[in-house]
């Protein structure tokens, strides 16, 4: 059974969480498709996410009081995930799918680019550059389907991430202290 601290400040993170990719991709979107690309956004976004886990466990290691095992830190955090990347790829499947699918092809465009652009860059063979654009043509990364399995890398990736939080977090057995 899931203490109770642990479904309220999960359910409450992960809906902070999930807004705010939200209004994220709608600023983003209604600025300059551009952005979409931007590595600058990209981190940032991550550095955002990585405050809003950390204000998390911080808030639910208080209320705790006592001890804030691994699992109690690694449970808040991964139920706080799911339901932000819930909303994420609500969103964007409304967003992407429904309202705009124009944009998903300008975003495409954007991205091969980009690519294109990081590629040379870095002084990758043509053979490679060439595949990668094959590879980003071939798949739509704002389909359902493919925001589906975008949000399934998110979950692996968040699970990596709550691990390390939850070691980080965890409170050491009295007789450590």
Do not use: R
Not at 18 to 26: H, R
Not at 39 to 66: H, M, Q, R
Not at 117 to 145: C, H, R, T, W, Y
């Amino acid at each position: 059974m899931i203490h109770e601290t642990i479904k309220k400040n999960g359910i409450t993170f992960g809906i902070i969480t999930g807004l705010t990719s939200v209004l994220i991709t709608t600023l983003i979107y209604s600025i300059d498709l551009n952005l979409f690309t931007s590595p600058w956004i990209g981190f940032s976004n991550l550095a955002l996410y990585f405050i809003i886990a950390i204000v998390l466990l911080i808030k639910t290691k208080k209320e705790f009081k006592d001890t804030f095992t691994f699992k109690d830190a690694f449970t808040t955090y991964f139920i706080s995930a799911l339901i932000g990347i819930l909303i994420s790829v609500v969103f964007n499947i409304i967003l992407f799918n429904l309202i705009d699918p124009a944009a998903k092809d300008t975003i495409k465009e954007l991205t091969i680019k980009f690519m294109i652009s990081a590629m040379e860059k870095f002084n990758a063979p043509a053979e490679g550059i060439n595949k990668a654009i094959k590879d980003l043509k071939e798949n739509d990364q704002f389909s359902v389907i493919g925001l589906l399995k975008g949000s399934l890398s998110n979950i692996v990736f968040c699970t990596i991430f709550g691990l390390i939080l939850a070691a980080f977090f965890k409170s050491k057995p009295s007789s450590q202290e």
